[in-house]
């Protein structure tokens, strides 16, 4: 877990250090913002991660693992879009999650008790999970320049960000009974058991940087990182998202770009103790394609 956490702080320092590197070394001044008036974005996008980790339901621990392939199998209902309002140097933005996974058999693998609960638990056989992440935030453009001469050269810019994530977690496993165990805290039907989180809530404040690199007038790439949690809700929490953003054509004064990239979150969540503690260790990465409508 701690390699990526270092590699999300690296990328959000080298991108400031790069910004306040080439603004040194031009000699032309850094290019004003852009035109007054506010000035949309709507992005539908799709992600399919892969999930690694740890989480502990009902004080039993499960080692979590799962491929783009099994998430989309048990895949019940999905929504993922990212708003944008932006005028000025100022940008106003929102990202809405919802997951719901029934029946998957490949989510969770049960492991030895915690150290607060006795007993064993057999492998699990299915899991329930329901998941929002909702994000929102703004940002503030510091730097503005110019790469290259001439009325051609490519443009890029350097937002701050700082926000806040919700997440509301659900997460059911069921399992096979196997030798002895403290039955607190779970629901026995036969020869397994199931253990509930329940609804689980938290939200996390987080901080960051985006880099934009208008390659062309109808191309560009976009880093951005961001870190957070900080044991306010989660002991720590980080992102990562790079994209490659190309225009499509218009439509009733709608501008149309697609997008691909890849996105990398991990989050390390815990509360609660004995058979009353739930843990979400798990980093979710993969690629992301969307469309973004601009008016």
């Known amino acids: 877990m701690r390699l990526p956490v270092i590699a999300a702080a690296a990328v959000l320092c080298a991108g400031v250090a790069h910004a306040d590197g080439a603004v040194t070394q031009t000699s032309q001044s850094p290019i004003a913002p852009g035109p007054s008036g506010w000035h949309f974005k709507f992005t539908p996008y799709a992600w399919l991660p892969w ?3 740890d989480a502990t339901v009902r004080g ?29 140097a100022i940008t106003l933005f929102s990202d809405v999650m919802f997951t719901k996974n029934t029946n998957s058999g490949s989510f969770a693998r049960s492991k030895q008790f915690s150290r607060h609960v006795d007993g064993t638990l057999g492998a699990a056989i299915s899991a329930d999970y329901k998941q929002w992440i909702v994000e929102f935030g703004g940002m503030y453009e510091t ?13 890029t810019t350097l937002d701050l960000l700082a926000g806040g994530r919700y997440w509301h977690q659900e997460l059911d496993v069921d399992v096979g009974l196997a030798g002895t165990l403290n039955v607190d805290g779970l629901v026995i039907s036969g020869n397994r058991a199931l253990a509930r989180s329940g609804g689980v809530d938290w939200v996390d404040p987080f901080i960051g940087a985006r880099m934009t690199y208008h390659h062309s007038p109808t191309d560009s790439f976009v880093l951005r990182g961001d870190i957070g949690g900080f044991g306010w809700a989660s002991r720590f929490t980080w992102q990562a998202l790079a994209t490659y953003n190309f225009y499509l054509g218009s439509h009733a004064a709608i501008d149309f770009d697609g997008y691909l990239g890849y996105k990398a979150l991990s989050v390390d969540y815990v509360q609660g103790d004995g058979i009353n503690r739930y843990e979400f260790d798990v980093v979710q990465q993969g690629p992301v394609v969307g469309i973004t409508g601009r008016f």
């Open 143 to 155: 730097n503005r320049w110019r790469l290259g001469p001439g009325p051609g050269a490519a443009d």
């Open 51 to 53: 999930i690694n980790g």
């Open 60 to 88: 039993r621990d499960f080692s979590v693992e799962q491929n783009p392939a099994q998430v989309l199998g048990s895949l019940d209902f999905a929504w993922m879009s990212y708003q944008e309002a932006r005028r000025g």
